[in-house]
């Protein structure tokens, strides 16, 4: 729920950062954690964004990171994560989500601590459903505030935000990372996340955007909006001949996604 101060008002970003003046920003690149570093470095904050760079994210990401920071002037840190060390990480169960944010948020805290900050936020908005999401648990567990959700800011109004403020993140879309590919119960590698990245990056070089490719029995099982649909049967060759090269063979979801 959003945080509704004294007057029944939500509260403003702006009123935010007067509040809390000093923080460490949980970045992923993306259009949430990017408009929230944004409004920290317009609001003249002290703030340091912390990346998480594990084998669930794809290299496109940390440069997407890497550019976002520069072009707000903003400081950025790069943690370097091994997240399937952690046994329940990579075994995959249903609250999977949950073990994984638990270790990348205390990775983030310690280091943030050292740095001086004892305030760590993240990019959850106020559309995110929360309930049924395992990590946002240790999200509570870890303290850790979600300022864009706590000013009742919607996806929707944050990339129109974002537009306006100029940010190339403002029609980005929304990327889970690459666990998501593997079925749950299935035991994740390292070999299925970087399969996953390269055909993933290979369908992007295309003109795909806004796709999945996911871990299906050993197949590839592309998942895209309706609209696209076309060029990946026009691509349909090539697209076989790629993904063959890693995947015992590739289906094409017609189950699109919305």
């Known amino acids: 729920m959003a945080k509704i101060p004294e007057g029944g008002k939500i509260m403003t970003l702006n009123e935010f950062w007067k509040e809390n003046p000093k923080a460490a920003i949980a970045f992923s690149g993306g259009v949430d954690s990017s408009y929230l570093l944004y409004t920290a470095v317009r609001a003249g904050a002290k703030v340091t964004a912390y ?15 890497l550019r976002l920071a520069k072009d707000v002037g903003a400081e950025l840190k790069i ?4 997240v399937l060390e952690v046994p329940k990480v990579a075994e995959n169960p249903e609250n999977r989500c949950y073990y994984c944010k638990r270790a990348i948020f205390s990775a983030l805290i310690a280091a943030a601590a050292a740095d001086g900050y004892d305030l760590i936020l993240d990019g959850t908005n106020a559309s995110d459903p929360i309930s ?16 864009l959700r706590e000013c009742g800011l919607t996806k929707s109004e944050i990339r129109e935000l974002s537009r306006q403020a100029g940010l190339f993140t403002w029609d980005k879309p929304a990327y889970a990372c690459l666990a998501t590919r593997v079925p749950t119960g299935e035991k994740i590698t390292a070999e299925k996340l970087e399969k996953t990245e390269k055909a993933e990056d290979f369908l992007r070089s295309l003109g795909l955007w806004d796709f999945r490719v996911r871990l299906l029995k050993g197949c590839a099982r592309i998942q895209v909006p309706e609209g696209q649909l ?4 026009r691509n349909r060759k090539t697209i076989l001949e790629q993904l063959k090269q890693w995947y015992a063979g590739v289906v094409l979801d017609l189950e699109v996604r919305p």
């Open 51 to 65: 990346y998480a760079d594990s084998a669930f994210q794809p290299a496109f990401e940390q440069e997407d990171a």
């Open 79 to 82: 943690l370097p994560l091994s």
């Open 132 to 147: 049924d999401r395992p990590g946002m648990e240790a999200l509570r567990e870890l303290s850790v505030r979600s300022p």
């Open 230 to 233: 076309e060029l990946v049967l």
